[in-house]
């Protein structure tokens, strides 16, 4: 089994350097429709992979699937001819067009970034981790006091939280969906309040969801998580739902039902249950542009999912005009989280996140009034070259592979929440969104870990 393993990722290697030389040699000539079936080529054998490995690692074909969506579908669409318009077609605020050096270009660092994470993938299957701190699980006295704190920060969270979502869906009816980008947070105290509710919440949420839970229990919470996010599809931010759903069936099936057999009637409800999202997602799409829901076809929603796939041909076209800044794109949540805020060009002056600047750089006016291309992990890498999307998207494989053989751990039970927030959203958002929260998180585990245990100790001295 260890020679297959090994023969898979040189087979990958061999055909990734193939076509380096290939495009290196060739790149003026070489025509869009061939790079196009390139990326079809390796996509393709990822999916494959993922679903030869899904009992094991289910969260590597979600990965793999969600950036063929919101990354490469319009690619792979335009390969199969079903595209509604020209690749080179500028989706976003202005009707011109991209180059066809930049599509190229684009396609070359697409295949690259694919190929570096099905590389990620296949290694951390291959190499035999042992990593003991990751496996220690908690006893059931610790458990309960992990539980029992779940509870307290929650019911703590509450008012706040409730507050923060009248005060959300407010805005919303008052100024529309855009409000929530381009209007200013509540200041003073009830900053502070909105701010700190949520963050309890999603603490309370992470601790139970590390403890052994029933699934009555697990119910519970689904449901507070579903609520919450169902309010922001309202809101028009359909990410969070997205996210939730996903989450919440992984985690069903890595701690709730590991032990029990998969039958075909759970992935017809998996398949209805996406169908039903897919759905609310795109009357939602509908309403924020204000189109009858029978005037797009579903090739024209499936195309307008992979619009942050235009996020790296925008910045290949504008990044001689952009201000970058003096650190990386893809550290600004870290180096600027106190600094974002409304849409404004002071917001624009003080900070460095790259869809702030690409949407400036594309179109002042529409970043004024909270519009955005968003960004994408991708990109972000790019702006290192194409070495550091490859090592970046390998990077990431190995870690998804890494955390799926350390998952009944305690303590990536705890974050595994926060871990999903931030890996499922990276074809469309910046890596280090959740940093400080895990970084707080982390910290607050270990302190209660230590606290248990020295308590623990004394009790037996």
């Not at 779940?150 to 509450?158: A, E, N, V, Y």
């Given at each position: 089994m260890r020679v297959y393993k090994l023969l898979h990722?040189?087979?990958?290697?061999?055909?990734?350097?193939?076509?380096?030389?290939?495009?290196?040699?060739?790149?003026?000539?070489?025509?869009?429709?061939?790079?196009?079936?390139?990326?079809?080529?390796?996509?393709?054998y990822g999916i494959i992979w993922g679903i030869l490995y899904i009992k094991k690692y289910p969260l590597a074909?979600?990965?793999?699937?969600?950036?063929g969506v919101f990354i490469y579908s319009r690619f792979i669409l335009d390969f199969f001819d079903l595209?509604?318009?020209?690749?080179?077609?500028?989706?976003?605020?202005?009707?011109?067009?991209?180059?066809e050096g930049t599509i190229k270009q684009t396609l070359i660092v697409y295949i690259i970034s694919i190929t570096g994470l099905i590389i990620g993938f296949v290694f951390s299957d291959l190499k035999s981790i042992n990593c003991h701190s990751y496996k220690k699980n908690l006893d059931d006295g610790g458990e309960k006091?992990?539980?029992?704190?779940?509870?307290?920060?929650?019911?703590?969270?509450?008012?706040?939280?409730?507050?923060?979502?009248?005060?959300?869906?407010?805005?919303?009816?008052?100024s529309g969906y855009l409000a929530l980008y381009k209007d200013a947070s509540?200041?003073?105290?009830?900053?502070?309040?909105?701010?700190?509710?949520?963050?309890?919440?999603?603490?309370?949420?992470c601790l139970l969801l590390s403890c052994k839970l029933s699934?009555?229990?697990?119910?519970?919470?689904?449901?507070?998580?579903?609520?919450?996010?169902?309010?922001?599809?309202?809101?028009?931010?359909?990410?969070?739902?997205?996210?939730?759903?996903?989450?919440?069936?992984?985690y069903w099936f890595s701690y709730i039902f590991y032990r029990k057999k998969i039958t075909k009637s759970m992935i017809l409800g998996i398949i209805t249950l996406f169908f039903i999202l897919i759905t609310s997602f795109q009357f939602v799409n509908y309403s924020r542009s204000h189109q009858e829901a029978n005037s797009l076809s579903l090739l024209d929603f499936i195309a307008s999912q992979g619009v942050s796939?235009?996020?790296?041909?925008?910045y290949l076209e504008y990044m001689n005009i952009i201000d970058d800044g003096s650190y990386p794109y893809i550290l600004a949540p870290i180096m600027d989280r106190m600094n974002r805020g409304e849409a404004s060009v002071e917001v624009l002056n003080k900070t460095?996140?790259?869809?702030?600047?690409?949407?400036?750089?594309?179109?002042?006016?529409?970043?004024?009034?909270?519009?955005?291309?968003?960004?994408?992990?991708?990109?972000?890498?790019?702006?290192?070259?194409?070495?550091?999307v490859f090592l970046g998207m390998l990077i990431l494989g190995y870690f998804v592979v890494f955390f799926e053989k350390n998952k009944m751990s305690s303590y990536l039970k705890f974050i595994s929440m926060l871990f999903f927030m931030t890996l499922l959203f990276l074809p469309r958002g910046e890596l280090f969104e959740y940093f400080y929260e895990l970084i707080f998180f982390s910290l607050l585990w270990c302190i209660l870990d230590r606290i248990y245990v020295l308590g623990v100790s004394r009790k037996y001295v």
């Open positions: 990722i040189n087979i990958i290697s061999l055909s990734f350097l193939l076509f380096i030389f290939f495009v290196q040699g060739i790149e003026n000539e070489i025509s869009i429709f061939i790079l196009e079936g390139v990326l079809c080529l390796f996509y393709f074909l979600i990965m793999i699937s969600l950036f595209l509604p318009y020209d690749i080179k077609l500028q989706t976003r605020f202005i009707g011109n067009y991209f180059s006091i992990i539980f029992k704190l779940g509870i307290l920060f929650l019911i703590l969270s509450i008012p706040g939280l409730i507050y923060k979502m009248y005060y959300l869906i407010e805005m919303v009816n008052s509540p200041s003073g105290i009830y900053r502070v309040i909105e701010f700190i509710s949520y963050k309890l919440y999603i603490l309370g949420v699934k009555k229990v697990f119910y519970i919470i689904a449901a507070l998580i579903i609520i919450i996010s169902l309010i922001y599809l309202f809101l028009g931010k359909r990410g969070d739902l997205g996210i939730s759903v996903i989450f919440l069936i992984w796939g235009t996020v790296l041909p925008y460095n996140y790259l869809g702030y600047e690409l949407t400036y750089a594309i179109s002042p006016n529409a970043y004024l009034d909270g519009e955005g291309v968003g960004t994408s992990f991708i990109a972000e890498l790019y702006e290192g070259g194409y070495l550091c």
